[in-house]
């Protein structure tokens, strides 16, 4: 009876022991991390996010580009498909007003004709995904002039050389029948001084920057641009520019030449 005891309260003893060395191990080490750990992970993390945010975004521009190259090469196709029941001949590139031109602009006629009888009614093809989301739409509709696309159209405008230095005049296709440059991506802009409009649709960060009423997503004056500044200087990195040969290359801004790209307005593209 004694010798049970005994061993009773030796028993206690040591569970007792093991208690008291389980809370000691507790308070030594605490479940969770310290709020050095804690610093330093967040430090660690922000390093990683800063490299890998710009390979991100730079995987993202390549695809958008991708996808212009992709689009002019549908508009590509479609003109040559309108060619095949109008005598070769190319859309009018000319405005509602029937006397005027933007490269960036299309009448009512020549957008319904090419959106409902070459490309089945889908007109996100003729914009840009970086100025889409860059502003939801590029430009939308005006009835004074038609609709503004994502893309400067080079058909059937003679633009006579302009003794403005780098400004040179040029020849869009007339028919299907020549292999010209037809379609390029719209690093347009208008040098007026009272313009809001530059339009870089392919810069470093993959981002439109763009300032006009009712399209803009970034004003000149935020981004530090004066009116009247090129695609270039707004960051600009090149474009695509497709040929009716169904070629679309992509050229780097300092490879492409400045070109007059209305016939009434002090406004200027590069292709």
Known sequence: MIHICLKSAKSEQLNMSSATRIRDQRRTNPAGFTLLELIAIVAISGILMSLLLPALSAAKEKSRRSVCG????QVILALLDYGVDNGEFLPSPLDNTG????SIVLSDMTFSNIVAGQLYGQSNVLYCPNLVQAAGTMGGHDPRFGYTIGYS???AVQQPI?????DKGWSGPLTTMDSSAVIADANYWNSATSSQLTVAPHTAGGVAMMAAP?????????AGLAAGSSSAAAG????NVGSLDGSVLWKSIGKMSQYSASLNDPAYGNW
Request: net charge positive; aromatic share 6%; charged share 15%.
């Open 70 to 73: 992709q689009n002019e090469r």
């Open 99 to 102: 006397q005027s031109y933007h």
């Open 153 to 155: 159209y080079l058909a």
């Open 162 to 166: 302009t003794p403005k230095g780098p």
């Open 214 to 222: 009712g399209i803009s997503s970034m004003s000149r004056s935020s």
């Open 236 to 239: 600009a990195m090149g474009g």
